[in-house]
């Protein structure tokens, strides 16, 4: 939803009841798979919005499709952060715990803050549900949540209370309490209903007294909180908007972001959008989001497998398209060898991979950054590729655009770099006004130029041209075997391989990309903090909580992989330590010091979650120690 802001700073003058909370708070639904938390979560988001709050999300999911009901490994939680100052993460550990069984209570209650809120559905902790998330006694009764405040509310019995005038049966009845759960939060941080009463008639426009029921349960969780008398932790806290430039925002997730950039950098270059995808998860939302798109010139097919979709949008390339294809690690794997057919034929590609944690089908609804190496040296040959990484929903768009302009410029496929945190988190974002952009209109040759046509003849940036088949004069031949430099005919000698290898090289190398800068902190110092893509947001909290310390430390993030910015080597020998948090092994503190021989230290996490702030804030006091 698109909201008109004209300014959301200010205080709310009414007089509250209100709970020690800070000015931003961290709230976490979790159920079973089936209690509907990720749409309760989206509408819940949706209200921070529409409140004027900044925020930042992390959806959860189970790897499973359909998990065991009540088991530990299929729980589903949403984690909101949302406040009245700017916000970065998702936040470390939440205020506010909403568990509506026992495994999730079991699975995330270890996260909680100390003194943080549980709200429990203690309708669901029976002798079966405890059995199944492996609890030998009822927590909520024997004392073991003592170090939180815990509200016990029979969740379960007030939603079938509330929908019993519409006649539903017991199982269609419990659906609804996420709408009460909804309900009882919306209350306790004093948000309106009517937004959300007018989605659910809209979500069940055709099924009135189901439209009804959810507004009838979403209503008495809303009225429990305002007429229950309760002392101690039911509490209404406001929070007040975020400070915000005037315009129009709108809350975007990463996928959304990659879909609307991809579609503004095919605007930009002129050209017609094909998008070749096979589903995956994290990456199917971007096939989903550019189907909807049709009228700005895009098309977009479902192939039967990823060697086939690869394939598909490498063929509208060469048919004068801009060929987009999507998938996540393993998918990527597969498209290995289309992507050395993409730079062997110098045609522009964007590939999108949102990563997961792996390998093989690994941790497939889980986040990780492992695919660094496979995106800049996973091919067959010498086959070099751009590579860009998007450090947040809004900047996946600017990403795109880059992405798309870099492919079309230099002829080349180039990968855009996300992942599962990315794809699926979802913050306010201000939509920008195209028109501010630089185009980058495409030229093909339409005519055979003085001294001949030459297939793979190059311009000042080692571009070949780019030919429309069927274009009078211009007959030519591209395909995987190496082709001889200018003319293009297949040429196997030792001398023709040399030249196009270090041509194609070269090209690469020489793509335009700007100068690194420092997010925050002095370009020189005692440490750089250097990070990649998702993890800018806990690096950016922890950098300016240890310099409000006063630490000597600054943040460096990197959007160009490969080819990496040219003075990132002088930047980086200006500190005296450099430490590189990332969500794997250690692949860009690889890259790093093969680079640029510096002794960059790896801060590793492989657990299939995002750093939180104190992870890293532990990591830049341990370095300048």
Known sequence: M????????????????????SDAVVVRFAGDSGDGMQLTGGQFTLSSALAGNDFATFPDFPAEIRAPQGTLFGVSAFQINFGSSAIDTAGDAPDVLVAMNPAALKTNVPSLKAGGLIIADEGEFN?????????????????SLAKWQLLKLNISQLTMDAVKPFGLGNKEALRCKNMWTLGLALWMFDRDRQPLIDWLNGKFAKDPNLAAANVAALNAGHAY???????????????????????LYRTLTGAEGIALGLVAGAQLAKLPMFFGGYPITPASAILHHLSRLKEYDVTTFQAEDEIAAICSAIGASYGGSLGVTSSSGPGIALKGEAMGLAIMTELPLVIVNSQRGGP??????KTEQSDLYQAVYGRNGDAP?????????????????????????????????????IANAAEPWAVPDLTTYEAFPVEFLTEVPEGGFKPYGRDENLKRPWVKPGTPGLLHRIGGIEKELDTGHINYSPPNHQAMTDLRKAKIDGVKVPDQIAELGAEGGKLAVVGWGSTFGPIHQAVRRKRAEGADVSHIHIRHIWPLPANLGELLK??????????NTGQLKTVLRDQYLVDARPVNKVSGQPFTIAEIEAAIEGALQ
């Open 2 to 21: 698109a909201t008109a802001v004209e300014d959301r700073a200010g205080k709310n003058p009414e007089d509250r009841r209100q709970s020690p909370l």
């Open 127 to 143: 002798e079966r549900n405890l059995a199944k998330a492996k609890y030998e006694a009822n927590p909520l009764e024997d004392g």
């Open 385 to 421: 590729m751009p590579v860009i990484a998007a450090r947040s929903p809004g900047d996946a768009f600017e990403c795109a655009i880059e992405a798309c302009r870099i492919a079309v410029q230099y002829m080349t496929p180039v990968m855009l770099l996300t992942d599962g945190y």
């Open 360 to 365: 093989s089908t690994g941790l497939p609804t």
């Open 574 to 583: 200006s500190y005296d330590k450099v430490i590189v948090p990332e969500m």
């Open 225 to 247: 909180g305002e007429t229950a008398e309760l002392a101690g932790p039911l509490k209404q806290h406001h929070v007040d908007p975020a400070p915000v430039a005037p315009g």
